[in-house]
């Protein structure tokens, strides 16, 4: 089955500066990628998600590119800010026999975002 | 509109206890997913329901996990003789087949 992994576990930043995440997936057949947001007690939010046919997507501040021959995508998030801080997952797809819902997560990065 | 909900958003039980975890989805939403989240973790897959069937419930990790939907909205997901390391929080998620997952709150469940 699929298997991410998400670095680093933790990242600390001063406010106004860039933070970038990182993972990695086994399963070449995934095609889609998803990041999320957790705060502390809430469910996971998705924040920004990317399809297999394209490289790059950016939402304003946060962007997320993806390489499919070394099978790892990343996630930007520039000029952050305090309310930035939260745990972030990425998740890929399991997309074998026809089973494409089922998201495997890395283990989560808490973003810490110093004023 | 309104988004995933999930009752109760705390559970405390005694081991060996019976419990039901209800998902209450975003309407439309034929798809609808179960995960399970250990502290520290992401979270794992259990059960996705395509309607009222589930569909692959190869995530569920033995027979004391159950799921229903059996109107193909509302889903209730029923674990028997609780154990000390069924305590987890539980997340419920809703959408359109191969569309974007979106996540309720959880169900915090400590089984004592």
Redesign the interface.
Known sequence: GENVEQHPSTLSVQEGDSAVIKCTYSDSASNYFPWYKQELGKGPQLIIDIRSNVGEKKDQRIAVTLNKTAKHFSLHITETQPEDSAVYFCAANSNSGGSNYKLTFGKGTLLTVNP | GAG?SQTPSNKVTEKGKYVELRCDPISGHT?L?W?RQSL??????LI?FQGTGA??DS?LPNDRFFAVRPEGSVSTLKIQRTERGDSAVY?CASGQ??E???????TRLLVL
């Open positions: 995933v798809a997913y995960y520290g973790q992401g979270p794992e897959f996705y569909a692959d995530g997340l087949p191969q974007t997952q979106y996540f309720g709150p959880g």
